[in-house]
């Protein structure tokens, strides 16, 4: 299984950016999943989540009302959109797969797969 992330760069605060994921060697429809991020020297935290479905999603406190996860399961596809961007936010994002279809939860065990992580910068 390969999830490939997409789309980070450079953005001024305030603007969006759109993450994505795509994933070879396996339907992600049957699986939950999420986003972590981890800023420079700091840990990987947990940024959102989202059902196999789609009816459920859990968004750590820092992000809410900001980003969402859409995931376009046809494509085999999984989103973060990013708005309203600030300079916090700048990270190592990692698109995860979870281990089962109800994976949303924020601890990083709940994840099979990982993967090699998009580069987003805010700037100031």
């Known amino acids: 299984v390969e999830l490939v992330e997409s789309g980070g760069g450079l953005v001024q605060a305030g603007g969006s950016l759109r993450l994505s994921c795509a994933a070879s060697g396996r339907t992600l429809s049957y699986y939950g999943m999420g986003w972590f991020r981890q800023a420079p020297g700091k840990e990987r935290d947990f940024v959102a989540a989202?059902?196999?479905?789609?009816?459920?999603?859990n968004y750590a406190d820092s992000v809410k009302g900001r980003f969402t996860i859409p995931r376009d399961n046809a494509k085999n596809t999984v989103y973060l959109q990013m708005n309203s961007l600030k300079p916090e936010d700048t990270a190592v994002y990692y698109c995860v797969q979870g281990r089962t279809a109800y994976s949303i939860q924020a601890r990083g065990s709940s994840y099979e797969y990982w993967g090699q992580g998009a580069q987003v910068t805010v700037s100031s």
């Open positions: 989202i059902s196999s479905t789609g009816v459920s999603t």
